[in-house]
């Protein structure tokens, strides 16, 4: 049994964790949520070393505890898949996973022959399709996540942290993960998931901690709590089950068109698609991993260059030679891969808000501190960015409240097109409804958005219209009555059915 | 009760511990300040008699040149590159200056241009190479000095030539109330343009972003590789200028007189808070940089050691400050 008690913990004058507690048993899996920033990384940081708590205590099977590092974590038997990533992307797949456990032989030296065949069972046991020797930092963003977690699992704990690892995974990943997760639990080992898709709460999870501003506010079984409990206790206030209005698309023909896309090609992932995208209109693009929906969007904005086919753009045909020229003609992108794509983490928060427009207008015009400063404050008052102070560096916010600041960024600068590829990647329930309120609202003045989602729900959600991309190729378009979740997942899965609009047409 | 103080004691260390260095980290113009002000106060208890206006006079003016290169190898280094050639810039356009003014006045303006010139030429080389080709910034710029510092030998057949005018020398050494010297007017001229650039325009937010993450930079719609070559053409032009003036003040001079200032650019940047990672730092950090670097010399002078124990006392205080700076950021808190 693992009991964190009383923990505090200040970053100068932020308050992280205020008295927070949470308590597992043995061979159960506990949920802990809350909004962005509420203090559930720092939770798990606190149980893996990285974060000294001012205060607290940790118990494990009525021990106490002391860990202060890395190896005082691993020596509890305590493996964490981290929000963030510990994998080193410039490292081999294998390397990452044997590192700090290398395998020996009884002379003291590495065991390639053993290494290779344990690195391969665990990625078969997580169905990462990927060669050990691969470099991390080829692989999609997904595949990292999936590799973050066998990593954890290789080190055979008996207390395992999950912190978001679903946020970037797809549909069958996370079946994939439960199963494992389901296994680990008649093993006995126990785990504390964090997640903002609540529908895994119920799936999956025995007990729910739910965390706000900084404080446990609750804990019991999942089977006491509905979903708009959790959300309450999260918030503070009950949910309104407005549904979100779906727009009018009666005259969608009559519409002009701003993105045509043409039986593009981009080698490998993406073999031939055609797409358009209306003035006004938000075009979601869902489909499983790796079926070609971030390199689309990347050659819309010019990012990458399709091998064949055509792009127009407000009518006209487009070759962007870099993404410059591309946000130039007005178009905005979003990233949900935030480490990667989006945050500059050593600068300013303000800075990071006003990144969009720094890349616009000329670079030798003069620009005052306090265009900058307005410009930042006022996005984080519309988009609740829950900062400590504009000057701190990017690094500082928690994984959503990162999010929610790319999303900020250029929605504020409202291009004709934008182009959102996982936007709201680890952004809380409560957050994501109001970034789709704002989509909604910008499509409804106008400007055209296309999204990839990993989550189905969220696809759904906020598309008026869906291409599935299966194997590189549109393998279903949904709208009105087709667009449902049984026609979207078994779109996903390359069934053909009578439901969906073929795509040829 | 007991037990849980005992516990979290070594935590209300690491506390003080780190928020003494998160203050040096937030703060690096400020503690680059203190060092010189702790180095100057050494030097004059050492040697009392080195307070006194020349020499006052004397570390403003070293200051200030040094301050220049250093603009360049800051806005270099944020962008997350590296600029050994200031130095061999430096040293080439103070020999075309001695060379061409020949101790008469009125070239000023066909030195200045033509310099420049040359500063953005090696410039866009180094940027070419290093951003476009992809090779090391490091090999790339210390293989074009290496061309650069041949170009001065042809000139001038390594013969000492001419001499810088005399009204040019005036601007730069004589001395406003007997104390500071002329040469502040330079300064009150570039380093406002240096803190436009990196502060108030958006060439500066841009340089910061592709340093911090190119990536991102990229996708943001920023051109990376025309903002870092810039960078080193800037840096190129700025020790362009920082010769002419390092002629003015030496009057005379021989081939690669100032190749000293590409290292000590570079050390007094990173002296001032600018890291190798790029993305971080700030030219007052660097200014503050650069006295700390004029004051160490200055003291080591007043120590007056012998060549070789000299050496190895710069060596030694410069790894130390490097390594009280450049401490590691913790990748996850
Ligand atoms: N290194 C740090 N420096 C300063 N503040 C920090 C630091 N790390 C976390 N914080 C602050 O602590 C609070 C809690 O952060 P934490 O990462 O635990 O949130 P979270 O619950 O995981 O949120 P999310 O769902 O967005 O991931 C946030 O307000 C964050 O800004
Ligand atoms: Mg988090």
Same mark, same amino acid.
């Given at each position: ?505 | ?40 106060? *050494? ?5 009392? !008699? @080195?307070? &006194?206006?020349?020499? $006052?006079?004397?570390?403003? %003016?070293?200051?200030? /040149? ?28 103070? *020999? ?5 003014? !020949? @101790?008469? &006045?009125?070239?000023? $303006?066909?030195?200045?241009? %033509?310099?420049?010139? /040359? ?28 061309? *650069? ?17 005399? %009204? ?166």
């Amino acid at each position: 049994m693992l009991e964190m008690k009383g923990i505090d913990k200040r970053f100068g004058a932020v308050v992280a964790l205020n008295k927070a507690s949470l308590t597992v048993q043995d061979g159960q899996i506990a949920a802990l949520a809350g909004s962005n920033g509420s203090g559930k990384s720092t939770m798990v940081k606190v149980l893996a070393g990285l974060v000294a708590p001012n205060a607290g205590e940790i118990f494990i099977d009525g021990e106490k505890k002391i860990i202060h590092s890395g190896t005082d974590a691993a020596r509890e038997n305590i493996a964490t898949a981290f929000q963030d990533l510990s994998l080193i992307p410039t490292m081999s797949v294998k390397d990452n996973i044997l590192l700090g456990c290398e395998i020996c032989t009884k002379s003291g030296m590495v065991d390639e022959k053993t290494s290779r065949k344990q690195v391969q069972e665990l990625l078969d046991r997580f169905h990462i399709d990927c060669d050990p020797d691969d470099y991390v930092q080829t692989l999609m963003p997904s595949t990292q996540s999936m590799l973050e977690v066998a990593k954890a699992v290789f080190r055979k704990p008996k207390i395992l942290l999950l912190d978001e690892v679903t946020a970037s995974l797809h549909y069958d990943e996370i079946e994939t993960l439960f199963g494992i997760m389901r296994e680990l639990k008649a093993e006995g080992i126990s785990m504390v998931y964090v997640t903002h898709r609540m529908n895994e709460i119920f799936e999956i999870c025995d007990t729910i901690t739910i965390m706000r501003s900084s404080e446990t506010v609750i804990s019991g079984q999942v089977s006491e709590f509905t979903l708009d409990d959790i959300i309450y206790y999260m918030t503070g206030s009950r949910p309104k089950h407005a549904k979100a209005k779906e727009s009018d698309l009666s005259h969608l023909d009559d519409r002009e068109v701003v993105v045509n896309v043409k039986d593009i090609s981009v080698y490998p992932k993406v073999k031939d698609i055609s797409m358009k995208a209306y003035k006004g209109e938000i075009v979601g693009i869902g489909g499983l991993e790796g079926q070609g929906q971030p390199e689309v969007i990347r050659a819309i904005l010019g990012a990458v260059k399709p091998q064949s086919g055509s792009i127009e753009f407000m009518g006209k045909p487009v070759k962007f030679k870099d993404p410059a020229a591309g946000v130039k003609a007005g178009i905005g992108f979003i990233s949900g891969d935030r480490n990667k794509e989006a945050i500059f983490d050593v600068r300013t928060i303000a800075e990071n808000i006003f990144a969009g427009n720094s890349a616009k207008e000329s670079l030798f015009a003069y620009l005052s501190a306090r265009k900058v400063r307005q410009f930042s404050e006022d996005a984080v008052k519309k988009y609740n960015i829950k900062i400590g102070k504009l000057k701190d560096p990017a690094s500082s916010l928690s994984g959503g409240n990162q999010q929610k600041l790319v999303v900020a960024r250029w929605i504020a600068m409202n291009p004709n097109l934008l182009l959102l590829d996982d936007p709201t990647k680890g952004v809380d329930i409560h957050s994501r409804q109001e970034i789709h309120e704002i989509l909604r609202e910008c499509a409804a003045n106008g400007m055209t958005i296309i999204i990839s989602a990993s989550d189905t729900e969220e696809l759904l959600n906020i598309s008026d219209r869906i291409y599935v991309f299966y194997e590189g190729k549109v393998a279903a378009e949904l709208a009105g009555e087709t667009k449902t979740a049984e026609h979207l997942v078994s779109a996903m899965m390359g069934v053909q059915e009578s439901g969906g609009k073929e795509a040829a047409e | 009760m007991s037990n849980k103080t005992m516990t979290f004691n070594p935590n209300a260390n690491k506390d003080i511990f780190s928020k003494i260095n998160l203050f040096v980290q937030t703060h690096t113009a400020l503690m680059a300040l203190i060092i010189a002000v702790v180095l100057y106060v *050494v030097t004059i208890i050492i040697n009392p !008699r @080195g307070l &006194n206006t020349v020499a $006052i006079g004397n570390i403003i %003016l070293l200051t200030i /040149i040094l301050s220049i290169p250093a603009a360049g190898q800051t806005m270099v280094l944020i962008g997350g590159g590296m600029d050994f050639s200031v130095g061999a810039v430096m040293s080439s356009t103070a *020999v075309l200056t001695t060379y061409t003014m !020949r @101790g008469e &006045n009125g070239h000023f $303006i066909t030195v200045l241009l %033509l310099s420049l010139v /040359i500063g953005a030429a090696v410039g866009l080389l180094n940027g070419v190479c290093c951003v476009k080709i992809g090779l090391p910034a490091m090999i790339v710029t210390m293989a074009i000095s290496n061309i *650069v510092t041949r170009m001065q030998y042809i000139l001038t057949q390594g013969i000492l030539s001419g001499k810088a005018s005399p %009204l040019f020398s005036a601007s730069v050494k004589s001395k406003i109330f007997g104390v500071i010297p002329m040469i502040v007017i330079y300064a009150i001229i570039v380093w406002p343009i240096v803190f436009y650039l990196l502060k108030r325009s958006r060439f500066g937010k841009q340089l910061y972003m592709v340093g911090n993450n190119s990536g991102a930079a990229r996708l943001n719609g920023v051109r990376v590789t025309k903002i870092q070559i810039m960078s080193y053409v800037f840096s190129g032009m700025l020790a362009a200028f920082a010769g002419m003036l390092g002629a003015a003040y030496m009057s005379t001079a021989r081939c690669q007189i100032f190749d000293d200032y590409a290292y000590m650019s570079l050390i007094a940047v990173i002296i001032g808070g600018t890291t190798f990672a790029g993305g971080s730092g700030t030219y007052e950090g660097s200014i503050a940089g650069s006295l700390v670097m004029v004051l160490l010399s200055n003291l080591l002078t007043t120590l007056n050691p012998t060549q070789p124990v000299r050496n190895v006392l710069n060596a030694a205080i410069l790894i130390l400050l490097l390594v009280l700076y450049n401490r590691g950021k913790a990748v996850r808190q």
